[in-house]
């Protein structure tokens, strides 16, 4: 029956993706649009898979800096699925079958981390996202991780936050062991025993936003969204000194975000 549920699965996230593909080619929309797009194909994709995403929480009304620590390939997809966005992905994701020409066409920011001048081009794109009213997705952890632990923060994405006065949302994803995806584990095996399972569960709860203006530096914003990631993960996580280590500002309660086209959010 598992067998069967993949295989039929996995016939039906091929051809969502290759419709995603030939409408995108055929659009002729911009960011926004393909923002859009790429949100309804991630639900097609939670729908085919049955993937159950829970979001605690409410999205803010403007384009925000979304922040999420990184446990599978499915993290994006289940943060797009909810809210449209541009998400951020590693350039190694591109040369994927299928997925890496639908991710092109629907807006995804490719990076190779390795490289200064990718890096550089990917940040004037997410600054082009946000201009454009669109939410962009980071992991500033830069790799995946088991779940159990949180990695230090890189800093680039919020020296553009600071550059850019965009509000950071800091998102924790959770979800089942066996769906983290991290280390040396090839992706098609990982993929294959995902698509056998019945009812996936992810869940992301939603911190409060952080203003870049309240914070000297790149490093101290990164560090208090690490904080606060980390207290959302506070009952998972392996150790707890992440929590207890850092000391930072109380969340403020009357912060207003910006809302797309100049208006404020209420």
């Given at each position: 029956?598992?067998t069967?549920?993949?295989v039929?699965?996995?016939?039906?996230?091929?051809?969502?993706?290759?419709?995603?593909i030939?409408?995108?080619?055929?659009?002729?929309?911009?960011?926004?649009?393909?923002?859009?797009?790429?949100?309804?194909?991630?639900?097609?994709?939670?729908?085919?898979?049955?993937?159950?995403i829970?979001?605690?929480?409410?999205w803010?009304?403007?384009p925000?800096?979304?922040?999420?620590?990184?446990?599978?390939?499915?993290?994006p997809?289940?943060?797009?699925?909810?809210?449209?966005?541009?998400p951020?992905?590693?350039?190694?994701?591109?040369?994927?079958?299928?997925?890496?020409?639908?991710?092109?066409?629907?807006?995804?920011?490719?990076?190779?981390?390795?490289?200064?001048?990718?890096?550089?081009?990917?940040?004037r794109?997410?600054?082009?996202?946000?201009?454009?009213?669109?939410?962009?997705?980071?992991?500033?952890?830069?790799?995946?991780t088991?779940?159990?632990?949180?990695?230090?923060?890189?800093?680039?994405?919020?020296g553009l936050?600071?550059?850019?006065?965009?509000f950071?949302?800091?998102?924790?994803?959770?979800?089942?062991r066996?769906?983290?995806?991290?280390?040396?584990a090839?992706?098609?095996?990982?993929?294959?025993?995902?698509?056998?399972?019945?009812?996936?569960?992810?869940?992301?709860d939603?911190?409060?936003?952080?203003?870049?203006?309240q914070?000297?530096?790149?490093?101290?914003?990164a560090?208090?969204?690490?904080?606060?990631?980390?207290?959302?993960?506070?009952?998972?996580?392996e150790?707890?000194?992440?929590?207890i280590?850092?000391?930072?500002?109380?969340?403020?309660?009357?912060?207003?975000?910006?809302?797309?086209h100049?208006?404020?959010?209420?």
């Open positions: 029956m598992t069967l549920r993949a039929v699965r996995i016939g039906r996230f091929g051809v969502a993706a290759l419709d995603a030939g409408r995108a080619r055929l659009a002729r929309d911009g960011i926004a649009g393909r923002a859009a797009r790429l949100h309804a194909a991630c639900g097609d994709i939670a729908r085919i898979h049955s993937f159950q829970g979001v605690r929480g409410t803010p009304a403007g925000v800096i979304i922040v999420a620590n990184h446990v599978s390939y499915l993290d997809i289940a943060i797009a699925a909810a809210v449209p966005c541009a951020i992905a590693k350039s190694e994701v591109a040369s994927w079958p299928i997925i890496g020409t639908a991710a092109s066409q629907l807006g995804v920011i490719f990076v190779a981390r390795a490289s200064v001048w990718s890096r550089a081009r990917a940040l794109s997410a600054h082009a996202a946000l201009r454009a009213g669109v939410s962009v997705v980071n992991f500033p952890e830069g790799t995946t088991d779940g159990t632990r949180l990695l230090p923060f890189q800093r680039g994405i919020f936050a600071r550059l850019a006065g965009a950071v949302l800091p998102v924790a994803v959770r979800c089942a066996e769906l983290a995806w991290h280390g040396n090839p992706f098609v095996p990982h993929y294959l025993s995902t698509a056998r399972l019945a009812a996936p569960e992810i869940r992301l939603l911190g409060q936003v952080i203003d870049p203006a914070f000297a530096s790149a490093e101290e914003l560090a208090v969204a690490h904080h606060r990631i980390a207290y959302l993960l506070r009952d998972q996580l150790s707890h000194a992440t929590v280590r850092l000391r930072v500002p109380a969340p403020r309660t009357d912060a207003v975000l910006p809302a797309p100049g208006r404020r959010a209420p």
